[in-house]
């Protein structure tokens, strides 16, 4: 179909968006011992949740429902309050559908596609011809209506947005295998030689876990799918390898609907699920040129923030001078007589004089303690760092009090220190 002949405008008010954020998170390991993944803060201000929410909200796509299950109430209750901007009215909503046991088992989700299975009802009830379904914890800008126009001009009935990835070090992923025409022929777990990208023999695609299915064909595949005992009712495992050949299944290059900050040299999409790569990516804000430029104004990332006072930074003393370099620091925060560099500072954190935080994030309500070092960590809300404790410098003793990933980025909770008292 060409492009003259798409109503686009029709199209992405046809599209119904599903937002997966049920899951636990464990490799955020105590990150999420009290809330699900996609409610973990980030970027100094935000929810996970808020790049896929805002992606949504910015191409157009304001049907949309977050479907939760693990440790929901503080994800909901930010949800409630970020979001309900949207005018019912006008046919835009963010809808909350937590687990119910919908199905004739009463089983919680037991996986990506049961979850969207046991909502069928509600799904088939808003008369959507496009269903958008979204991962709750990827951090990314993309147009979806891009990706709903590609999907129409190549005629799909399931579209898979890919990510290009090295080809060296794709066995990481899940590996979409596509003609030169973005036809799929296969889905890989992890494979040992992943095929590459026709044209592009350094890259391959991986899965982004972003699927645009024709209503009528995601309903009819749920079904079929809930039907099989066999199987583990995921959408990467299951129910997409068994349509390769069944249906018109294409891959979508992430280029083709990335939105770009200006200077950046390549599209931006992370999977935060490690504590390491939650680290690195609030890390990647901090660069001067960031490939996610959470300043630029034409693709804003929506959240919900209490009323706080300014950023402050007190005393200009040599030694106990309060300032903060190559860092973001957030409303409500409080630099007392202390170095931060190239960290981030969420709400309401308080550094006192004397200490330094370097390379490090930290979490709304931190306080740190005078004389105190911290260095490549991640501190949990909340915590208190005691006076003179250092963080990040003896990895043998960190191991000891706190947990540290491969990386030797340390995580801090208020439970960890406690144990020491």
């Given at each position: 179909m060409s492009e003259s002949r798409i109503d686009l405008n029709d199209a992405v008010r046809s599209t119904l968006a599903l937002v997966l954020a049920g899951g636990r998170g464990s490799r955020l390991r105590a990150l999420t011992a009290t809330r699900a993944k996609p409610a973990v803060p980030f970027g100094g201000k935000f929810r996970i949740i808020d790049f896929p929410l805002s992606n949504c909200?910015?191409?157009?796509?304001?049907?949309?429902?977050?479907?939760?299950?693990?440790?929901?109430?503080?994800l909901i209750r930010h949800v409630e309050r970020a979001w309900n901007f949207l005018r019912h009215e006008l046919g835009e909503f963010v809808e909350l559908w937590p687990a119910q046991q919908q199905t004739e088992a009463g089983s919680w989700y037991l996986g990506t596609a049961d979850a969207v299975f046991q909502n069928l009802e509600l799904i088939e009830s808003h008369g959507a011809r496009y269903v958008l379904i979204l991962a709750g914890d990827h951090v990314y800008r993309q147009d979806y209506s891009r990706l709903i126009a590609w999907h129409i001009e190549h005629g799909a009935d399931v579209t898979v947005s890919c990510v290009e990835v090295p080809r060296q070090s794709a066995s990481s992923?899940?590996?979409?295998?596509?003609?030169?025409?973005?036809?799929?022929?296969?889905?890989?777990?992890?494979?040992?030689?992943?095929?590459?990208?026709?044209g592009k023999p350094d890259l391959s695609y991986a899965s982004m876990g972003i699927y645009?299915?024709?209503?009528?064909?995601?309903?009819?595949?749920?079904?079929?799918?809930?039907?099989?005992?066999?199987?583990?009712?995921?959408?990467?495992?299951?129910?997409?390898?068994?349509?390769?050949?069944?249906?018109?299944?294409?891959?979508?290059p992430f280029p083709e609907s990335c939105v770009m900050s200006p200077g950046a040299?390549?599209?931006?999409?992370?999977?935060?699920?490690?504590?390491?790569?939650?680290?690195?990516?609030?890390?990647?804000?901090?660069?001067?040129?960031?490939?996610?430029?959470?300043?630029d104004r034409r693709w804003p990332i929506w959240t919900y923030q209490e009323q706080r006072p300014p950023a402050k930074f007190v005393f200009n003393d040599d030694g106990r001078r309060g300032q903060a370099?190559?860092?973001?620091?957030?409303?409500?925060?409080?630099?007392?007589?202390?170095?931060?560099?190239?960290?981030?500072?969420?709400?309401?954190?308080?550094v006192n004089s004397y200490s330094?935080?370097?390379?490090?994030?930290?979490?709304?309500?931190?306080?740190?303690?005078?004389?105190?070092?911290?260095?490549?960590?991640?501190i949990s809300a909340g915590v208190v760092v005691p006076e003179h404790m250092e963080i990040g410098y003896d990895?043998?003793?960190?191991e000891q009090r706190f947990e540290v990933t491969e990386m030797g980025i340390t995580l801090v909770t208020k439970k960890m220190l406690a144990a020491l008292s």
């Open positions: 909200v910015n191409s157009g796509v304001r049907r949309i429902s977050v479907i939760t299950q693990y440790r929901a109430h503080e992923f899940g590996i979409v295998d596509a003609d030169a025409d973005g036809t799929v022929r296969g889905f890989l777990e992890k494979p040992a030689d992943p095929p590459a990208i026709p645009l299915f024709n209503a009528d064909v995601l309903s009819d595949q749920l079904v079929r799918d809930a039907a099989k005992a066999e199987s583990t009712h995921d959408f990467g495992h299951d129910l997409l390898p068994y349509l390769v050949g069944k249906v018109r299944l294409s891959a979508h040299t390549e599209p931006y999409w992370r999977d935060v699920g490690t504590l390491d790569a939650f680290w690195a990516s609030n890390m990647d804000f901090t660069e001067v040129t960031p490939a996610l430029d959470l300043y370099t190559d860092s973001l620091v957030s409303a409500g925060c409080v630099v007392s007589g202390a170095q931060v560099s190239r960290s981030l500072l969420f709400t309401d954190t308080r330094q935080v370097d390379q490090s994030v930290l979490l709304p309500g931190v306080s740190v303690g005078r004389h105190a070092k911290i260095r490549r960590a991640v990895r043998a003793l960190d």
